[in-house]
């Protein structure tokens, strides 16, 4: 059984910096692809971005692209997800998920099939 948990967030000022981490166990991380998801109160779960196996690849919603980097570390069995110049409206619950087998696109929700439990980012104003 895989385990996702995430570990990193908290409070931070508009343009400040956070780095989430997502910890691996129960299977090897360089079988899965990984994704980040958001979810704000009243809102659906969001697509953030997305990393390969190997790393090689990345994937990014507009909303963060050229602010946010995922990274992996597949010895450590560890995603990140580094977020720069942090905007109120990137305000949400932060989720890391797996796919194990690349079923769906990159973006969609049902691609994934474990997920963390979540980490709390609140960036004020």
């Known amino acids: 059984q895989v385990q996702l948990v995430e570990s990193g967030g908290g409070l931070v000022q508009a343009g400040g910096s956070l780095r989430l981490s997502c910890a691996v166990s129960?299977?090897?991380?360089?079988?899965?692809?990984m994704g980040w998801f958001r979810q704000a109160p009243g809102k659906e779960r969001e697509f953030v971005g997305c990393i390969s196996r190997s790393g090689a690849t990345t994937n990014y919603a507009q909303s963060v692209k050229g602010r946010f980097t995922i990274s992996r570390d597949n010895a450590k069995n560890t995603v990140y997800l580094q977020m720069n110049s942090l905007k109120p409206e990137d305000t949400a619950a932060y989720f890391c998920?797996?796919?194990?087998?690349?079923?769906?696109?990159?973006?969609?929700?049902?691609?994934?099939?474990?997920w963390g439990q979540g980490t709390q980012v609140t960036v004020s104003s």
């Open positions: 129960g299977r090897t991380v360089s079988n899965y692809r």
């Open positions: 998920a797996a796919d194990p087998d690349y079923s769906g696109g990159d973006s969609n929700v049902q691609s994934y099939d474990y």
